[in-house]
């Protein structure tokens, strides 16, 4: 019989690996990505297709078609596309990133062959219905209005417009204008110049075999191709002379706090490392920056930090909230636990917590067939490339104290950081 009183013995993790899954080529050419694994007759249907945020040339047209196409087509009602995915027990979703739409199908096995010719139809030829449009744009009207009465928002946009520029377009704060300006005929337009075959690549994942495969070819496989893929957009930095800048937000009882440096890009050898170094940092609730501020100086009841790839180029991104009064307390005392990394060496016991925390975190990606082609969609949205994972293992196991150092000293400075600050100005002591 199990002794409940007896705690149960740490183990180290075993071997980790990724094996990178095949893809299969459709009758048209074009890629599909098969993850079968798992036990359950369920699946997941993925298309990655470029034209996301970069590629917008009015404000909101990636976001809003993603937001829109589960509204019909011009043979189905939105009221008949959600009988229908309701009824077989599928749900929908789509994202955006920087270039690229991703656009999500779960389903059980045995309705596949009923809820993918919907899918297909709402992505060759979406209705945009008028009514559900002006819907959503109140509700994106209201989102961002609610969004600007809180200072981490305000925050996030003034760090972005010094770090990018105020004319990049992750930089951009949207407006009300920007919602009242957009069209049905400007997503429509995007939709036919990004939402096209030759921009998508297709990941199928589950208990998944030769039918659900037939069930996609049949479905995008007889898709014509008419063209070249879209070229990426890739907006080029104009960062701000001034690296400081506070928002001022009146009547706030706390601050948000907002730092960024740009670090090097996931393909960096060094990568890995660094990230490593921001997770001991304030990437994980022991970390440094929480023992420091929120435990022994109680300045914050949290703060993170993070290492934020990109398909090209990364940041280091630290945020947190706090009482007016602690504001530049809390960047001093982040700056000195940045200074720290980069003169003392890290401890056996900090690098075998942060090595399991990390190597937890990677061992999630293997628990279901679908984590596993989130690991695939991520690698090629992000072009991270197919031993991303297996790199990733292999580095955290074998990292030393002394490369820790090596690489703090080389790719972070403090004196290099983009803080904005958003609260109550007259009750900043900055």
Do not use: W
């Not at 589960?70 to 749900?91: F, P, R, W």
């Not at 993918?116 to 961002?144: D, G, H, M, N, W």
């Not at 704060?173 to 690549?201: C, G, Q, W």
Request: with cysteine.
């Amino acid at each position: 019989m199990l002794d409940r009183s007896v705690a149960p013995e740490l183990k180290s993790f075993d071997d980790l690996r990724f094996d990178y899954p095949h893809y299969v080529t459709l009758s048209n050419g074009l890629k599909l990505y098969v993850v079968n694994n798992g036990d359950q007759e369920v699946n997941k249907f993925e298309i990655i297709c470029r034209g996301g945020l970069l590629e917008e040339r009015k404000a909101l047209q990636s976001f809003a078609l993603s937001s829109m196409l589960v509204h019909g087509t011009a043979e189905l009602s939105s009221n008949d596309v959600a009988e229908i995915l309701d009824y077989n027990g599928t749900y929908m979703s789509a994202t955006n990133t920087d270039n690229f739409m991703h656009i999500s199908l779960n389903s059980l096995n045995k309705n596949f062959d009923e809820v993918l010719p919907v899918l297909r139809s709402l992505v060759e030829c979406p209705a945009i219905p008028e009514r559900e449009f002006e819907v959503l744009k109140t509700q994106v009207k209201s989102a961002y209005q609610t969004a600007r009465e809180k200072v981490k928002y305000l925050a996030q946009v003034a760090g972005r417009q010094l770090y990018f520029g105020e004319n990049h377009p992750i930089a951009h704060a949207i407006t009300d204008n920007d919602v009242d300006s957009i069209t049905r005929e400007d997503i429509l337009d995007f939709h036919k110049e990004y939402l096209r075959p030759e921009n998508m690549i297709f990941v199928l994942s589950g208990k998944v075999g030769d039918e659900e495969i037939r069930c996609v070819d049949e479905n995008f496989g007889k898709y014509r191709l008419s063209g070249k893929p879209s070229e990426f957009s890739m907006v080029e930095r104009e960062p701000s002379t001034r690296k400081r800048v506070v928002v001022n937000k009146e009547g706030a009882l706390q601050s948000a706090v907002y730092m960024l440096q740009e670090a090097v890009p996931r393909s960096h050898p060094d990568y890995i490392y660094l990230r490593f170094l921001i997770t001991a940092l304030g990437g994980y609730f022991g970390s440094r920056l929480m023992q420091n501020i929120r435990e022994d100086k109680g300045y914050t009841y949290g703060i993170n930090s993070m290492l934020i790839g990109r398909r090209i180029g990364s940041k280091v991104v630290i945020v947190s909230e706090c009482d007016n009064a602690y504001v530049e307390p809390l960047i001093e005392e982040t700056h000195k636990e940045i200074l720290r990394l980069q003169s003392e060496l890290m401890c056996e016991e900090e690098l075998e917590i942060v090595r399991n925390n990390m190597l937890s975190d990677l061992a999630k990606t293997l628990d279901s067939p679908f984590s596993m082609a989130s690991c695939v969609s991520t690698n090629l949205i992000y072009n991270t490339g197919e031993d991303y994972f297996n790199r990733q293992v292999r580095d955290i196991k074998n990292i030393t104290a002394q490369k820790l150092l090596e690489v703090a000293n080389k790719h972070l400075d403090v004196n290099k950081f983009y803080v904005s600050v958003a609260g109550n100005e007259r009750q900043l002591a900055i």
